[in-house]
């Protein structure tokens, strides 16, 4: 037997579920540690000319904190099955707001990089909270219970910037990371005091539990399908959204105000995480996630005929395509993290970072492809992008038998 498998500690009992109240509270947790990914993005700008950056300098900042989200992901998120989960989400907590507090504090750019490095790593509470709510889930309703927290969690990311966009115009670019901090602390004391005591599931290593992610990958092919997938489906959600506000600019000359207000659109297609959870608990997480990459692909195929229509109605497109996509993407999510949370009930934790490292490679490689496509094809080239991406999805999920 594994190292981690000798090291075993006896699952939690079952349990009536959680109450909707503290389902929300889960929710409210993972959207807020998210949206601070993505709260410098519109304010770039502001924030550069403030500290006196080049634009090179202040383009780093997102870029270290998705690195420091990657690498927490990683690093971080296994402790979960070593460790009691609720304190590791209060100690996320603590250490994301010093990190959103040191950000606004930052009297250069060199200690804001240092800071949003930070932030990335504190934000991954978010990939604690999931796998605590499929714990405190009963089989029969961890569908319905996990697509509420993503809806919490996508609807983080979908509005961090909008909301960012707007302090930062009307109260300047630290008001924000300041404004951000205080629920962000509200959320970790209330949880200190709400959340249960979830008993680690293994005494193994913490460089054993790092390694059993290799195992894990191995062991299960359902976990290697639904992290290829979904990072084929993220290679087109990421293609989309980086280059939107270009080509918005660029075609319509529309400013970075009107790109946030398609976060709009995206969030409507958030909606799809809790009714995904349900009927992945009523009929099982394969056709969901069938239906969801199926859905995905002709959202993205049918912004192909903007060239036909007039300038008002390819917005309508736009908007349309987005508010389709998005709900396809989410609802494949919700179906793999379903099938996945089912395979090994110790090791939530790991499978969950496996799954959602795949998710954050196949963002990177779309943003990359996104702005080589735009640059050199047009907005044509960037939904190649996506339909092709999507279309590779279509094809994983059609081949899985679960």
Known sequence: MSNIQSAHVSPLPQHAGPTPALVLLLACGAGLSVASLYYSQPMLGLLGADLGATAGDTSLIPTFTQLGYALGILLLAPLGDRYDRRLIIVLKAVALTAALLA???????????????????????????????????????????????????????????????????????????????????????????RLPHIAPTTRASYLSLLGSLGSLWRRYPALRRAALAQGLLSVGFSAFWSTLAIMLHAEFGLGSAAAGAFGLAGAAGALAAPLAGRLADRRGPRPVAVFGAALTLTAFAILWLAPLLSAH?????????????????????????????????????????????????????????????????????????????SAGALLVRLGARH
Do not use: K
């Open 313 to 389: 109605l390819q917005l309508v497109l736009l908007v349309v395509g987005a508010i389709g996509f998005d709900f396809g993407i989410q609802a494949v999510l919700v179906a793999h993290q379903t099938i996945v949370y089912g395979l090994d009930p110790d090791a939530r934790s790991r499978i969950n970072a496996v799954l959602i490292t795949g998710m954050f490679a196949g963002m990177a490689a779309g943003s990359a492809l996104g702005g080589l496509a735009l640059a050199r094809l047009g907005w044509a080239g960037v939904v190649g992008v996506a339909v092709l991406a």
């Open 103 to 193: 950000s606004g504090c930052a009297p250069g750019i060199g200690l804001l990089l240092a800071a949003s490095l930070g932030m990335g790593l504190a934000a991954t509470l978010a990939q604690d909270i999931l796998p605590t709510a499929a714990t405190l889930a009963p089989a029969a309703q961890r569908g319905r219970i996990v697509g509420t927290v993503m809806t919490g969690l996508l609807l983080g990311i979908l509005l961090s910037r909008v909301v960012s966009g707007f302090v930062a115009e009307q109260f300047g670019w630290r008001a924000m990371y300041f404004a951000a901090a205080l629920p962000v602390a509200t959320i970790g004391v209330v949880m200190w005091y």
